[in-house]
């Protein structure tokens, strides 16, 4: 039997497969920890952002392809940050679901289709792997980066005008504005 590095330590793994499940554990115990940190974790995927800003500046290359695929991502991902979990316009199986409302007997939490913790943990991924893109020469492609940038703003806009109709129709803010304050005195 082949001895290994890590013969001593009972916890160090033995195969690739073991590894890759130490190394998912100890990741998912890092990212667990942030969730309650949160204007610290927005202040790190800024700097990420800032970050790939300064590094496809400074690199000479257009990165426009790059540019063009995160924000196509970061779009999507707002738009299901934006969105209410159960769409009263699709009427999936016959069921007749609505939005929450403020009922006689309780009101109902607005549900997210991505929780804000996840939409985060995504932004932090797709800027990191577009970070490590800029460092592969190939992905570096020549387009004629204004018909890019016009066609994500239109985009954007129809994406966006889409979402606040639909925000409008079904009376719903995706926000919450801060804790409700009762006076007790009147």
Known sequence: MP????EGNPTAPNDLASLKT???RKYQNLIERTITFLPHRWAAAALLLILYILRVYTSGGGWY?????LGIFLLTQLIAFLSPKWDPDSDVDGLNVSLPTKGDEEVKPFVRRLPEFLFWHLIVKALTIAIFCTFIPFL???VFWPILLMYFFVLFAIT????IR????HKYIPFTVGKKVYNTRD
């Not at 392809?65 to 695929?69: D, G, I, N, Q, R």
């Not at 639909?166 to 129709?169: A, E, S, V």
């Open 3 to 6: 001895t290994t590095i890590y």
């Open 22 to 24: 130490l190394v998912g």
């Open 65 to 69: 392809v790059v540019t063009y695929a």
């Open 140 to 142: 570096d492609l020549p």
């Open 160 to 163: 966006m005008k889409n979402q």
């Open 166 to 169: 639909h925000m409008i129709k």
